[in-house]
């Protein structure tokens, strides 16, 4: 289903996010990994299908280069996400 990749993906960048921001885990997660998983997101042609996905995408990733806190990224994270579905690419 067209989308749906697209949706794990970022569903990992915001566990990911998330896991930051509860500070769970043993190991450090760097703003770079953050970044990546957002990088792999928006390699996929299927976020130019929906509009604004890429562009909440981009501010997610602006927003970690900038130092955001994790929260902030979690929610254009969710944006992109909810995007996807009022898309209709996602049941």
Do not use: Q
Not at 49 to 68: F, I, Q, T
């Amino acid at each position: 289903m067209p989308g749906r990749r697209a949706a794990e993906r970022i569903r990992k960048a915001i566990a990911l996010v998330n896991s930051v921001a509860d500070g769970a885990g043993d190991e450090e997660i760097t703003p770079a990994e953050i970044a990546e998983a957002i990088r792999d997101c928006l390699e996929l042609s299927e976020v130019d299908h929906v509009p604004n996905v890429r562009k909440y995408l981009g501010e997610a990733l602006d927003a970690v280069s900038d130092g955001m806190p994790a929260d902030f990224v979690a929610m254009t994270l969710y944006a992109a996400l909810g995007a996807l579905r009022e898309g209709g690419s996602l049941n």
